[in-house]
């Protein structure tokens, strides 16, 4: 059972665009939700992260969106960048147990 | 300093070997965890593991078994390797419900 569905698979997006990736859950008692970056040959770094009290969070060009009545949540990065080409996981968690993974979009910036 | 540190990054072995994947953290963590990322890049948990409970995902096969020296340390031992244990696997740590980090990963190869 997949408990963190994540989409796109994929995503192509325009050096300057938005970039919007999203998740959502099936356990209403997951209590935090990261998003990991991952560069090919690197292990998992987190990028932002939110906890349910909260709708919005920002850092930088990156922003999340938690929509708890529809067990949704969101990536959005903003003046997406080249560097920006990675692979990136939503997660969830449930107090400390381990995180559950969203099954990770392939991003691509173009020049 | 390396935060979590995974040896050795590339393992190649034949079919029916035993092996070991060691794995440290200088972050003084109270929770360790094993991952496996497979060709489709999917995270999956294999173990969940503190100085209190070891937490095993039970499609883990019994091949697959964690071993703790210490609290800084979670090896991951692996006996009678089969052709679909090739993946990368990943050691992480984490304290409460807070940031995850984890290794650079072990590429493991099974010919």
């Known amino acids: 059972q997949q408990q963190v569905k994540q989409s796109p698979q994929s995503l192509i997006v325009q050096k300057g665009g938005i970039s919007i990736i999203n998740c959502a859950y099936e356990n209403t008692a997951f209590d935090y939700f990261p998003w990991y970056q991952q560069f090919p040959g690197k292990g998992p770094a987190l990028l932002i992260a939110?906890?349910?009290?909260?709708s919005e969070k920002k850092e930088g060009r990156f922003t999340i969106s938690f929509n708890k009545s529809a067990k949704q949540f969101s990536l959005h990065i903003m003046d997406s960048q080249p560097g920006d080409s990675a692979t990136y996981f939503c997660a969830a968690s449930i107090s400390a147990r381990q995180l559950t993974f969203g099954s990770g979009t392939q991003l691509t910036v173009l020049p | 300093d390396t935060a979590v540190s995974q040896t050795p990054k590339y393992l190649v072995t034949q079919m029916g070997n035993d092996k070991s994947i060691k794995c440290e953290q200088n972050?003084?963590?109270?929770?360790m965890y094993w991952y496996k990322q497979d060709s489709k890049k999917f995270l999956k948990i294999m173990f969940s593991?503190?100085?209190?409970?070891?937490?095993i995902n039970e499609t883990v096969p019994n091949r697959f078994s964690p071993k703790s020296p210490d609290k800084a340390h979670l090896n991951l031992h692996i006996n009678s390797l089969e052709l679909g244990d090739s993946a990368v696997y990943f050691c992480a740590s984490r304290s409460g419900n807070t940031e995850a980090f984890f290794g650079q990963g072990t590429r493991l190869t099974v010919v």
């Open positions: 972050l003084g963590h109270d929770t």
């Open positions: 593991y503190n100085n209190k409970e070891l937490i």
């Open positions: 939110i906890r349910p009290d909260v």
